[in-house]
């Protein structure tokens, strides 16, 4: 009896040391929870798919290991984490016909009717990216050119800006627009003529856009299966999802309960109601081996500073009578805080303009009277800062959560929107730091490419891709190497509260890690953007591996 109840123990107790994974001969690379770069050569992984230890050239390597790899002495690093991105906006966005690449409207015409012929399941042909300036047609484009590509079947084409929308006939008919259809306020029908032929401008689009059907379950899969197939190319093993809604949820929930969730992702619900709905009175478990939990609620205060819905302390320079407009109030949006922190749950809130962070710094200040302990307020994008306000990001356990990438690509736009004078807290990543706010990267996917590398080049660079402008915009506001690595490894575990989980390889933390060619702490920022990932394995797993 006394022997048989040990054996049942046996079975109980953890592996023993023969069962463990051993990836050898690598130039490993991790950050320890302090930003401190550690070096090693072998890493042995337990049979739940956590690291046991790290080892030096010169420690010993276990005797039987299971399964062993060999590393072929490339660089291993730590899995990036992108801290705000949106999953299944970019799987959808991977899967509808995109026809940016189309030079002429004859070759648009044939992208389209080759993508209805391959899809011929689908009820609605879906896709974006037309852009009828680099056709040289100088027009829109109309529903009959769109019906000699497909007439069978409704098709709906978002212009590259997305603000219009191409339908063929058949959309039209369903959506029942005739010559007599009026435009809605803010937006415009074209027309040849009388008839509307085709393009709906603006506020128009809804006409036909509401026509289309939401994404069937299958279908959201099938979005979350590209999606992961993405960012597991580029070396993401954690993605913080920024506003999912319960349809997202469910899909995540359904990779799980299938075993196709590789990818971990932090979940932010959509709203407050999405909060309610997806977890109830409190965030959820850490589920199926901590890849997929919901632990706060995205909020929004206000817009983009590209379309001046950025709320501003003054005006835009390039627009005098306009300063971008709050969202919500200050009091609707310390309700919603505090809806959400009541019941433990995080809170993120996107703030962009300056006039918005200084009223989200002001909501969190108050909250934090009331909502005492851990809370790591989360301050999304945090782009244009009051060199006054800066401080302020120190207190209270504030997060800026921001996206390297931005900085590159919105140089000139934000010059022109604000002017010499107001750059000074301008995507000011080194002065969060030095005011003590813990920083986050990440990308924004899909709205910006979710290559954590080209995140790190432009972090300690603030050059973009063809090295402009020369030494750096706002030079001041680099980042070391390390402190890219942190904020695109530990610093979005630590805003995700998965610090204890995931973002580095030291003992006893999930062992996600990536192997590539290039070490990213002595390579040329050029080398750095040109990394391409061969392997990335998430658990101890292999999960992608480049042909
Ligand atoms: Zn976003």
């Keep these: 009896m006394k022997l048989r109840l040990l054996a049942l123990l046996a079975l109980l107790l953890p592996a023993p040391a023969l069962a463990d994974s051993l990836v050898d001969n690598v130039n490993g690379i991790t ?33 039987r290991p299971d399964f062993k790899v060999e590393g072929k002495g490339r660089t291993l690093m730590s899995g990036m984490i992108d801290a705000h991105g949106h999953v299944m906006a970019l ?16 070759e648009a015409q044939k992208m389209i009717a080759d993508y209805a012929r391959a ?40 212009r590259i800006d997305g603000h219009a929308g191409w339908a063929n ?29 085709g393009v709906f401008v603006d506020a128009a689009a809804t006409l036909i856009a509401k026509f289309v059907p939401a ?81 706060g609620v995205k909020l929004y205060l206000d817009g983009a500073l590209g379309s001046r819905g950025a709320w501003l302390k003054q005006p835009y320079t390039d627009a005098p009578k306009e300063r971008g407009q709050p969202i919500v109030s200050g009091t609707q949006l310390s309700n919603l805080m505090s809806r959400a922190a009541k019941d433990g749950f995080q809170v993120a809130v996107h703030a962009i303009g300056d006039q918005a962070n200084a009223q989200l710094l002001d909501s969190i200040g108050e909250l934090a009277e009331t909502y005492k302990g851990d809370r790591r307020w989360r301050i999304e ?125 030291m003992p006893g933390m999930r062992a996600d890690f990536i192997l590539i060619d290039t070490d990213p702490l002595l390579a040329t920022p050029a080398e750095i953007r040109a990394i391409t990932v061969r392997e990335t394995w998430v658990g101890g797993r292999p999960v992608y591996s480049r042909k």
């Excluded at 550690?38 to 005797?63: C, H, M, S």
């Excluded at 899909?251 to 909060?275: E, F, H, N, Q, S």
């Design 31 to 63: 950050l320890d929870k302090d930003g401190k770069v550690i070096r090693f050569t072998g890493l042995v992984i337990d049979k739940d798919g956590k690291v046991v230890r790290l080892l030096d050239r010169k420690d010993k390597r276990p005797e």
């Design 91 to 106: 799987g959808f966005q991977a899967l509808v016909l995109d026809l940016a690449p189309a030079r002429s409207l004859a």
């Design 119 to 158: 899809n011929g399941n689908r009820t609605w042909i879906i896709g974006r990216g037309w852009n009828q300036e680099a056709w040289g047609l100088g027009r829109f484009p109309t529903n009959a050119e769109l019906d000699a590509a497909v007439a069978d079947r409704p098709v709906w084409l978002e």
């Design 169 to 197: 006939s058949r959309a039209m008919a369903m959506a029942g627009i005739t010559a007599k259809t009026v435009s809605p306020p803010g937006g415009r029908i074209e027309k040849t003529g009388a008839q509307p032929n």
């Design 215 to 295: 994404p069937q379950p299958r279908e959201r899969d099938l979005a979350l299966a590209k999606a992961q197939q993405l960012l597991l190319s580029y070396g993401i093993t954690t993605i913080t999802d920024m506003g999912s809604s319960i349809d997202d949820w469910q899909a995540y929930r359904r990779a799980g309960d299938g075993d196709t969730l590789k990818l971990r992702i932090l979940a932010y619900a959509a709203g407050v109601d999405a909060m309610v709905m997806i977890a109830g009175s409190g965030p959820t478990p850490w589920l199926y081996g901590d890849r997929l939990h919901l632990g």
């Design 381 to 505: 994008h945090a782009q244009i800062v009051d060199p006054a306000d800066l401080p302020r990001f120190g207190r209270n356990g504030i997060i800026a959560s921001m996206q390297p990438v931005h900085a590159t690509s919105d140089r000139l736009m934000a010059e022109a929107r604000l002017g010499p004078d107001r750059l000074a807290g301008a995507y000011a990543w080194q002065s969060m730091l030095k005011m003590g706010a813990k920083l986050a990267f990440g990308s924004d996917v899909p709205v910006e490419d979710p290559n954590p590398f080209v995140g790190i080049a432009a972090a300690i660079t603030r050059e973009d891709a063809k090295g402009e402008p020369f030494g750096g915009w706002l030079p001041q506001e680099k980042v070391s190497r390390e402190q890219a690595l942190a904020g695109f490894t530990i610093g979005g575990a630590y805003a995700g509260f998965a610090e204890d989980r995931i973002g580095s390889l």
